[in-house]
């Protein structure tokens, strides 16, 4: 089984973008008093690497995690490739296999090696042969480049080795789709290249990514477009050339004077 979508024949943009695999429409989400998702309407098409931007508190995680249902919405809709979003029961489940999750935190099984970190969904949920599983896994941690640590615990890894580990996890599953939060906002300098490298790779074998980061080395050269979110709002939806260059609101103007 192969972990990511094909390669694309080429990377220019224009013929990357396929059919809408997300569409989000009209999205709106309260906590309390606070409207942290505000009229959110956007299209992730297949194979399309969307990076959203925006200052602390906008809205970002809150929507990646709309997206994969860890979160409810008020109103509006989400599907992913064509099936609405599903409240609960086997459909939810089914869904979040297809949606792959990388957070800010790692969050690898503590107790689990390596491998079994990235073999255990595919055997638990896929009812997949161990061994097969195994190889499946090995693979994936080659892509990645940490397949030397296989047998090892997640605390005996680097930062960057363990975020590695993660997004191994995260295909394992040979999700449609795959949501990064600030992959590298915890990590050591040294260490976010490795993971913004990976990244990379997975971009122009034609994965499908929603990545919340401020890396905008990574934005620029890796993303097809750019979503600036500020106050539960997405103010400005440009390709990384056209955002950076030519900002058009003040808000995103003020955003960009402060990390650039
Ligand atoms: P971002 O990822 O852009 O920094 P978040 O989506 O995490 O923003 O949060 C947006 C706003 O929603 C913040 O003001 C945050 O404090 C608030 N918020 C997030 N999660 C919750 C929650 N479970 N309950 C109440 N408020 C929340
Ligand atoms: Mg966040």
Redesign the pocket.
Same mark, same amino acid.
């Given at each position: 089984m192969e972990p990511a979508q094909p390669a694309p024949a080429t990377s220019n943009i224009s013929v990357r973008r396929g059919e809408p695999l997300v569409v989000i429409e009209q999205v709106e989400k309260h906590? %309390?008093d606070?409207h942290?998702l505000n009229d959110i309407n956007t299209v992730v098409n297949r194979g399309e690497v969307v990076v959203v931007i925006?200052?602390? %508190?906008?809205?970002?995680?809150?929507?990646c995690?709309a997206i994969n249902r860890l979160?409810t919405i008020d109103s509006g809709t989400i599907s992913i490739d064509g099936a609405h979003l599903p409240e609960e029961g086997a459909a939810l489940a089914k869904l979040r296999a297809d949606v792959g999750m990388v957070f800010q935190s790692f969050n690898l099984f503590a107790h689990k090696t390596v491998l079994e970190n990235v073999t255990i969904a595919p055997i638990r949920v896929k009812k997949m042969a161990r061994k097969a599983a195994d190889e499946l896994a090995m693979k994936l941690l080659e892509r990645v480049g940490v397949a030397n640590q296989a047998s090892k615990m997640p605390a005996q890894l680097s930062g960057g080795q363990q975020q590695r580990v993660a997004i191994a996890r995260s295909l394992a599953m040979n999700p449609k789709l795959i949501l990064l939060?600030?992959p590298t906002s915890a990590l050591d300098p040294e260490m976010i290249n490795e993971v913004l490298d990976v990244m990379i790779g997975l971009a122009k074998d034609g994965m499908t990514m929603i990545v919340?980061t401020h890396e905008m080395g990574f934005a620029r050269k890796a993303a097809d477009r750019v979503l600036f979110?500020a106050d539960?709002k997405i103010v400005e939806e440009a390709t990384p050339a056209e955002f950076f260059d030519n900002p058009q609101s003040d808000r995103a103007k003020d955003f960009l004077s402060k990390i650039l």
């Open positions: 906590f %309390g606070l942290v925006g200052p602390s %508190g906008s809205g970002k995680s809150t929507l995690r979160e939060d600030e919340v979110m539960g």
